[in-house]
């Protein structure tokens, strides 16, 4: 039976990758932060069955410690933080936990003398400059246009640097936008539903956005949780792309979104200019040709099915909250 280390294990990702584990077998131990003592989160039903280790990204001893703790076969890194909004106004927490925390988890890894196969989450943000260069493969130049892109592109090279100079198995990711109805409120897609939910049940009238013609490469996250572990069983470590290959604007999801509930987004989505980046991605749209070749996985949750898995979950959700508010 294997050991697999998650960090990031709380989230959306680490969440859906520790119930694949557990079902494949595996003794799944997960990085808990000590401030979010008892925010389980999306793990709850799955708790009992992982061992939770206190530590954090940016506590060097503490890494060492949670991965000597789990003698890991494989790490999967999939703590970040993630949201490319927030990178521009905490740019140092952003280095520190997506760029220096990689680092001092293969430094870890180095100084403990252990060879576990390590994962790396990248973002297909490390191509946000490349407009009019679409879709994006893992021959695409990087140029990062957010502190969460330049952490990412440190990430990944420091991955490479360790692959190369001391033959560590250190596998990446570049992992094209993944929704599911386990995201966080701050992230687009899930403002976007929630906000259906709550303007279907009259409880708001209208949902603030920025540049909604912003177009992106969407995929549901339960998906892309088994791209990861191919890409981690695979006999080298490598780069892939994980992508649908087809992007729709951020117009295409309130459409798809507010349809389902038979409202028409043009009455209720308003553009406020505080929501607009600094520095607007316009285009991103992944190849996942190497992977589908190489891998043998392909996203089988179309763009359509993932907008009603999340706007269903966020009516049920929104309905029991107010219902329990209200009694």
């Given at each position: 039976?294997?050991?697999?280390?998650?960090?990031?294990?709380?989230?959306q990702d680490g969440s859906f990758l520790a119930e694949l584990l557990?079902?494949?077998?595996?003794?799944?131990?997960?990085?808990?932060?000590?401030?979010?003592?008892?925010?389980?989160?999306?793990?709850?039903?799955?708790?009992?069955?992982?061992?939770?280790?206190?530590g954090d990204m940016c506590d060097y001893k503490s890494l060492l410690?949670?991965?000597?703790?789990?003698?890991?076969?494989?790490?999967?890194?999939?703590?970040?933080?993630?949201?490319?909004?927030?990178?521009?106004?905490?740019?140092?927490?952003?280095?520190?936990?997506?760029?220096?925390?990689?680092?001092?988890?293969?430094?870890?890894?180095?100084?403990?003398?252990?060879?576990?196969?390590?994962?790396?989450?990248?973002?297909?943000?490390?191509?946000?400059?490349?407009?009019?260069?679409?879709?994006?493969?893992?021959?695409?130049?990087?140029?990062?246009?957010?502190?969460?892109?330049?952490?990412?592109?440190?990430?990944?090279?420091?991955?490479?640097?360790?692959?190369?100079?001391?033959?560590?198995?250190?596998?990446?990711?570049?992992?094209?936008?993944?929704?599911?109805?386990?995201?966080?409120?701050?992230?687009?897609?899930?403002?976007?539903?929630n906000a259906v939910a709550k303007i279907h049940y009259k409880l708001?009238?209208?949902?603030?956005?920025?540049?909604?013609?912003?177009?992106?490469?969407?995929?549901?996250?339960?998906?892309?949780?088994?791209?990861?572990?191919?890409?981690?069983?695979?006999?080298?470590?490598?780069?892939?792309?994980?992508?649908?290959?087809?992007?729709?604007?951020?117009?295409?999801?309130?459409?798809?979104?507010?349809?389902?509930?038979?409202?028409?987004?043009?009455?209720?989505?308003?553009?406020?200019?505080?929501?607009?980046?600094?520095?607007?991605?316009?285009?991103?749209?992944?190849?996942?040709?190497?992977?589908?070749?190489?891998?043998?996985?392909?996203?089988?949750?179309?763009?359509?099915?993932?907008?009603?898995?999340?706007?269903?979950?966020?009516?049920?959700?929104?309905?029991?909250?107010?219902?329990?508010?209200?009694?």
């Open positions: 039976m294997k050991n697999a280390f998650i960090t990031g294990i709380t989230g557990l079902a494949k077998d595996y003794n799944v131990f997960g990085l808990k932060r000590r401030t979010s003592s008892n925010n389980l989160g999306h793990i709850s039903p799955i708790a009992k069955n992982i061992t939770l280790i206190d410690n949670a991965i000597e703790i789990a003698k890991p076969d494989e790490i999967y890194n999939l703590a970040a933080q993630s949201n490319v909004g927030v990178s521009f106004t905490q740019p140092s927490y952003t280095l520190d936990v997506n760029a220096r925390g990689v680092l001092y988890l293969l430094e870890a890894v180095k100084n403990l003398g252990i060879k576990p196969r390590i994962y790396q989450a990248s973002t297909s943000e490390l191509f946000g400059g490349v407009e009019g260069t679409a879709p994006q493969n893992e021959r695409t130049p990087f140029t990062p246009k957010s502190p969460y892109g330049l952490s990412k592109l440190y990430a990944h090279e420091v991955m490479h640097m360790y692959r190369d100079a001391y033959d560590m198995f250190t596998c990446i990711g570049i992992l094209f936008n993944h929704e599911s109805e386990r995201r966080g409120i701050e992230f687009v897609t899930r403002k976007i539903t708001d009238d209208k949902l603030l956005l920025g540049n909604i013609d912003a177009k992106r490469d969407w995929g549901y996250a339960k998906d892309y949780v088994e791209a990861i572990y191919k890409i981690i069983q695979y006999n080298k470590p490598d780069d892939f792309v994980i992508a649908t290959g087809i992007n729709y604007s951020v117009r295409d999801f309130c459409d798809l979104a507010f349809s389902h509930v038979k409202l028409n987004y043009l009455d209720y989505v308003k553009i406020d200019e505080r929501y607009v980046r600094k520095l607007e991605v316009n285009v991103l749209q992944g190849d996942p040709a190497k992977v589908k070749n190489i891998l043998n996985w392909e996203s089988t949750t179309n763009f359509e099915e993932l907008v009603s898995i999340m706007v269903e979950h966020d009516l049920k959700d929104v309905y029991n909250l107010f219902n329990l508010i209200r009694h």
